[in-house]
């Protein structure tokens, strides 16, 4: 319960972002979307993330003061963290007989085709 309280959090406080604009009277970009877009540039173009902090500081210098532009990577890839979506690996037979969650999460062998869960050292 508690993860989910802090997730919806974290989520409310991204559409306040999208509600902010990049400065004062700005209409065509706003925080979250300043900073989604210098995400694809980073990925179109594979830069470091140095090369994104350059990126961030040489834009911020020429937008007007008060701007809400991010200082760099670590601070804006946090600001996305409400979107990452969350997985779980679940092993499965190479046959597609069973999956290895719930009650057959503990299981070694595959129950229909006694196929090993794990490769084996000498295989």
Same mark, same amino acid.
């Given at each position: 319960?508690?993860?989910?309280?802090?997730?919806?959090?974290?989520?409310?406080?991204?559409?306040?972002? %999208? #509600?902010?604009? &990049?400065?004062?009277?700005?209409?065509?970009?706003? /925080?979250?979307?300043?900073?989604?877009?210098? @995400?694809?540039?980073?990925?179109?173009?594979?830069?470091?993330?140095?090369? %994104? #902090?350059?990126? &961030?500081?040489?834009?911020?210098?020429?937008?007007? /003061?008060?701007?809400?532009?991010?200082?760099? @990577?670590?601070?804006?890839?946090?600001?996305?963290?409400?979107?990452?979506?969350?997985?779980?690996?679940?092993?499965?037979?190479?046959?597609?007989?069973?999956?290895?969650?719930?009650?057959?999460?503990? @299981?070694?062998?595959?129950?229909?085709?006694?196929?090993?869960?794990?490769?084996?050292?000498?295989?």
């Amino acid at each position: 319960m508690k993860n989910t309280i802090v997730d919806a959090t974290r989520f409310f406080k991204l559409l306040e972002d %999208y #509600d902010e604009p &990049l400065w004062n009277r700005c209409r065509v970009h706003n /925080k979250l979307s300043a900073i989604t877009q210098v @995400f694809v540039i980073k990925l179109d173009y594979v830069l470091s993330e140095t090369g %994104y #902090d350059n990126i &961030l500081k040489w834009t911020k210098s020429i937008l007007p /003061k008060g701007n809400t532009l991010k200082d760099n @990577f670590y601070v804006a890839k946090s600001m996305k963290e409400p979107l990452v979506l969350r997985y779980a690996k679940i092993g499965m037979c190479p046959n597609f007989f069973m999956l290895y969650n719930n009650k057959y999460k503990n @299981f070694i062998e595959y129950k229909t085709c006694q196929h090993n869960r794990y490769k084996l050292n000498n295989e």
